[in-house]
Every structure is written in C-alpha cells, then in structure tokens.
C-alpha cells in the first residue's frame, strides 16, 4: 500500500521570505544506557532553505551524525528520538508511521553515505541497485526506459556508462561516492544528507566529488544538508554553517560570517584551528575536556574549555538567539 | 568481469583428478604397510576354524596368484589404478561371488539419496532460523531458539536417531524403525515405492536435519549480525526498501556466503558422518556396508567404498566450487 504524501510546496517561508525545505524543532535523541540517558542530540533547532546547501560542523561524537539519522529516522537503538519535530516540505516525520516513512524515504529525502566504500550491495551489480530504488518508489518500469534514466544519471555525475554492468568491487572510492550520489538524485528528492562524503577519499577525489555535489545542487535545486569536519571543503561549497558541540548546535550563520567573524568561542577556536601552510600554529582546541554527555552540568555546555567563560555560564544554558540577520548564535557575551 | 574461464576450468578439473589419485594411492598403500598378507590370514583364520586344511600352503600360493598378489608391487599398483579408473574394484572377500561395485552401486543411491536431501534440507532450514534469530524484525520466541539450537548441535546424530525411534517408530507406531523401503513393492517410478521410500527417509533424514540445523543456525546469525552493521544495510533502508527485500537480498544474500563454503567442506564429512545413523536405522546405504565390511574384516569392500567416498566428494566439491562465482561476483579464476 503506497500513501501518497502531497507535498506542500510553499508550506513555510523563512523571515526574509526564502522557502523553507526542512526545518528541525527542539529535536532531542538519546541513547539509552545502562548509567542514565546519553544526550547525543539536546534540544537543536535549524532549518534549510529551498535550493542551498547546509554546512553542519562539528567534532567527532558532537552529534552531527546522530541528528542526520533522526532527519531520517534511522537512529539505531538502544538510540531513541524523545521529542521534537522534523518537518520535510511540511510534513513531521517524526509522526510518521513505517510504510508512510518508507514511501518519504528517497522520494523525498535521499542520503550519500559516509562510507561510500561498502555503502553498495556487493553482490548486486550498479544499475540494479539504482533500479531498486527507482522501482520501489516508481513501481515497475519498461527496461529500456528505465535503462536510459540510469544512464543519464551516470552521466550526470560524471560516470562512464561501462559501469552500468559492474560490481561495486570493480570500481574505485571516488567512483563508487558518485554512483551513490546519482542514485541519491535519482527521484528528485526535495532534501539530501550528504554525511561526510568525500572523508574516506583523497584530496584530488574530494575535489571531483564536492565539484559533482555542486553541480548537482545546481541542476536540480535540491536542497542538502552537508555532514563533515573537512572546513576548507566546507568553505567552497555550503551556503551556511551549522555549528554543534556536545549535542548542541552552538551557532549558525552565512559562510562567510562563520570565517570572517566567528561569534561563539567554539567556532572562534575552530577557525583559529585551521592548519595554514605559511605558519605553523598550536593547537587551540585540546584544553579542558568534554563534560559527560549524560549528565550536562547546568549552564552553557561549553563552559569547561570555554576561555571567556564568566559566572552566568555556569548558571543558565544561553538559547540560540538571532544577533544579526542569519547570524545566530547561543552564547552569553552577546546579551 | 570475473566468471568462469576455461582455463580455471580446466586447472580445477586437473586438481579433481589429483586428489582421486592421492586418495586411491592411499587406500593402496596404507593395508600393505601392515603386517600379513591377506591370503594368509584368510586361511589361517580357515585353519582357526576347522582345525586342519589340506594343501594350505598351495592355497595360498594358489590364492595369491589369483588376485596378482605375488607380483611386485608397482604392477600390483599399476593395475589398482588402472581397475579403480574402470570402476573395476575387484571381489568382495567376505561375500566372494559379489562384485565391490554393484555392493556399492546399490547402496551409494541410497546414501545419496538420503544424505545429500537431509544435508540440503538441514542448510535450508538452519540458515533460515539462523538468519530469523539475527533480524531486529524477527518475532521474539524466534529469537530466543538460540539456546536450542545449542542443544541440538551438541547432541550426536545417533542418540538423537535412537530416541526418535523410540518416540515414532516404538512408542507412537507412526514410522518404520528400519529399513529403506516397504517389502514387496514394484521398483521403479511407480506412487507406492516411491511413497514407501519417503516413508521410511523421514525417520534418519529428521535425525540429521535436527542434529546439523544447530550447526547452519549458529553460523548464519554470527554472519547475519555482522552484516547488519555494514554500511550498505543503512543505505538500504535509507533508500526505502521493503523490508522483507532488504534482508533476502541484502541480509542473507552478503551472509550467505562463507556458509556455502562450510557446505563444501561438511560434503566430505555426509558419508562417513552417516555410518551410526545408517547402522541404527538398517538403512542399506554406503555407510552400513561399511559397517558390514569392517565386522567382516572384508578389504576389498572397505577400499572400493573409501574409492568410491573419495570420487564421489571430489566431485560434489567440484561442482560446487564451479558454481561459486554465481553467487558471489567478487571471486574471479581469472589470476587463478
């Protein structure tokens, strides 16, 4: 049984009047463990506009990839959403039940994955790992047709059609990323996470696959949203920035903002951080540690490597607030 | 692409060939290391009996000659090889107008028959249970089958014959307690010899379906459990999939693989792993002439069917092995 999900095309609209895509509302995930709740994803709020790309930083175990999981509602037990909304073109998924969600699923909301070595079935040759996701969603098609779409798809990110036939095993890294991202891009869908999809790769790979990332966002007008601690990657292509830290997201703002001038200690120590080449610089980050995600002291979550922390910090957690147009940000200095 | 060459194809039929003859030297050398000679025993175990026999050193004499024991032993070795090759593999001592093979060839469909369907039977079933008690959507009383299937691997196939003979065939009177097939009955393609054959199988083939199944079982789910955490399985059910596709498809289909290769290498173990089940049930397959052909110190049986097992798991492995880059695309023969 299909349930056909009616997209709300214009169903919101940011401030300054952009349409919004997705838009995340106080989502929490918490993995439940034998010691008390791990609070992997507290309270985080966001959005995505029509057609750009979200940038969403972090440091490992920062839940950057937890939340991308709960956008899918995959999050893996003992992991669990506790409360919140995740609205798709309107629609909260976090209500939806399984076949409605199934029928969301690639139709509107794809994934590239993070590890786009064994993200591909390897006993299933290529064109039919597309043509399954093409024909669950589409029901069955006439092969030459659907041969064609798979070839254009190929096309579009940049793959010779000779690895129609192949396995997964007979392509490289870099080749083995596009087929997932023509495969993301196969049902036109309205949002796509992309988790850190260039982290297993190497520089001159990366470089083809962020170009491929772009040009796709280009043609189609998709919206994404773009995992990864990679900065200069980052910089080339998101349109804003989503910082998080301990399960928080701490700041968001324009890219430029972010480089030019980062509000939140944390994302002025992470610009701080970015290696140069003309000089070598210490490492800013290492000092204090993190606290104990499941037990949050009160008060801001950055506090113990904070270097501007005053007495506030320790008493009330700072909301995330609009300081300048796009520009938020969730830190006491600015009140 | 990977696939089958001609040159694999050939190389593998080369190592078939090799591993029959390794096998047939054996079942050569091994009875002449030991000490005594055939004829000789025959006859003194003959004079053990009857107190005296005429002539018994021209007997001998006689006898040897008879069966070319008195020549060296490369022409002894050559002609074994040669009648092996031919299928040819001599008189039974025990039961002397009997010819080696035709005791085998009747017995070996039997074994066959039995063994290879239990087997089958006990993968199919094993892997499936196995697979079910590893998916996060499986039933909860599935999943907790784990500590029986414990249970029946370690319990040895003949104790599990015994007592199913004494529920079904003594207590219930449901099934025969022995036997292959109904006396009296017709050979050939006919309902009621076939239906006599299936009656009497279903009483050893549960015996090695409920003792093996464990064995698939285990493995499956250890599989099942680690490819659960592989990447694809996430990008599979991001992508929307049934889930009843992702876990043939994805699941049992990656998982499945290094269980068929314990099927190639349990295949060696069908035939001699059945001598108890055979023995108990009277089943007359190759496992109980075996048996007879121990009791009866009977050489030349013992070496045509330990021939004839030898052939006969070469080949199935052979085949098997052929069929391997069917079912996974990454094995190439290509640089062999």
Redesign the interface.
């Known amino acids: 049984m299909t349930v056909q999900l009616e997209r709300k095309k214009a169903a919101a609209a940011g401030a300054n009047g952009r349409e919004i895509t997705l838009e995340v509302k106080n989502l929490k995930v918490y993995y439940g463990t034998p010691t008390g709740n791990v609070r992997a994803v507290d309270d985080v709020s966001f959005h995505v506009y029509k057609g750009e790309i979200l940038g969403l930083v972090g440091e490992s175990g920062c839940g950057k990839t937890t939340t991308a999981m709960a956008i ?1 509602r ?1 999050v893996q ?1 003992p992991g669990r959403i506790v409360s919140g909304q995740v609205l798709l073109d309107g629609i909260d998924l976090v209500g939806l039940n399984e076949s409605a ?7 509107t909301l ?2 590239i ?3 786009a ?9 290529i064109h039919t790992q597309i043509a ?2 093409i024909q ?2 589409e029901g069955r098609q006439p092969k030459d047709k659907l041969k064609k779409r798979i070839l254009d798809l190929l096309t579009m990110v940049g793959l010779p059609s000779r690895i129609y ?3 997964p ?2 392509l490289s890294g870099g080749m083995k990323q596009r087929v ?1 991202i023509a ?1 993301a891009i196969a049902l036109h869908p309205s949002l796509i996470i992309a988790d850190e999809p260039t982290s297993a790769l190497d520089v001159v790979v990366q470089r083809v696959v962020g170009q491929t990332l772009l040009d796709v966002k280009e043609r189609m007008d998709v919206s994404m949203i773009l995992i990864g601690h990679d900065m200069g990657l980052q910089a080339q292509l998101v349109d804003r920035i989503a910082v998080m830290y301990a399960g928080h997201m701490v700041e968001v703002a324009p890219v430029e903002a972010i480089f030019s001038e980062p509000l939140h200690p944390y994302t002025q120590l992470l610009i701080e951080s970015i290696p140069s080449i003309k000089e070598r610089k210490p490492l800013k980050l290492t000092e204090g540690i993190t606290h104990d995600l499941r037990n949050p002291p009160p008060g801001c979550i950055f506090q113990e490597r904070c270097p501007k922390v005053m007495d506030v910090c320790r008493r009330d957690r700072p909301p995330l607030r609009q300081l300048k147009p796009e520009h938020y940000v969730a830190c006491h200095l600015y009140e | ?2 696939g089958l060459t001609w040159s694999y194809f050939l190389k593998r039929l080369g190592m078939w060939f090799l591993t029959i003859w390794l096998g047939t030297t054996i079942i050569f050398v091994i009875p002449r290391l030991a000490p005594g000679d055939p004829v000789a025993g025959v006859i003194s175990r003959l004079i053990a009996q009857s107190g005296f026999v005429e002539n018994s050193a021209e007997m001998i004499e006689a006898w040897r000659a008879r069966f070319g024991l008195d020549q060296p032993w490369p022409i002894q070795y050559i002609r074994y090889v040669g009648n092996s090759l031919r299928f040819d593999l001599g008189y039974s001592l025990a039961n002397f107008p009997s010819r080696v093979e035709d005791m085998v060839a009747q017995a070996l469909p039997w074994t066959i028959g039995l063994l290879l369907v239990a087997t089958l039977l006990s993968f199919v079933i094993g892997n499936t249970i196995g697979a079910l008690m590893a998916w ?1 959507r499986t039933p909860g009383w599935i999943r907790n089958l784990l500590p029986v299937s414990l249970t029946f691997t370690s319990i040895p196939f003949f104790m599990l014959g015994i007592l199913l003979i004494y529920i079904f065939a003594f207590w219930l009177r449901w099934l025969p307690a022995s036997g292959s097939v109904g006396r009296g009955l017709i050979a050939g393609l006919n309902w009621p010899y076939i239906s006599s054959i299936i009656y009497h199988a279903i009483l050893p083939a549960t015996a090695i379906v409920i003792a093996s199944m464990g064995f698939w079982a285990l493995g499956m789910r250890g599989m099942m459990i680690t490819t659960a955490g ?3 399985m ?9 889930p009843s ?1 992702i876990f043939w ?2 699941g049992v ?2 998982s499945i ?1 290094p269980q068929v290769t314990a099927l190639t290498l349990s295949l060696g173990g069908i035939v001699g792993g059945a001598v108890l089940v055979e023995y108990i049930f009277a089943y007359p397959g190759v496992g109980y002439l075996l048996y007879i052909g121990i009791v009866t110190s009977d050489y030349t049986l013992i070496q045509g069917i330990v021939f004839m097992l030898v052939f006969t798991t070469a080949t199935l492995v052979l085949i098997l092995d052929l069929l391997y880059p069917l ?4 094995i190439t023969y290509e640089r062999g």
């Open positions: 899918l995959m037990p969600l199934r029928d969301v699923r690639w139709n794809a994934l994955p993070q590890g070595m064994n993200s591909l079935n390897p006993v299933m040759r399954e996701a669950t969603h036939d192949m396995y095993h007979e997932c495969m | 692409m990977g996060e592989e990447d694809y996430i990008l599979a059910q991001a992508k929307g999939l049934k596709r498809l994805y289909r990656n693989l079912i996974d695309p990454r």
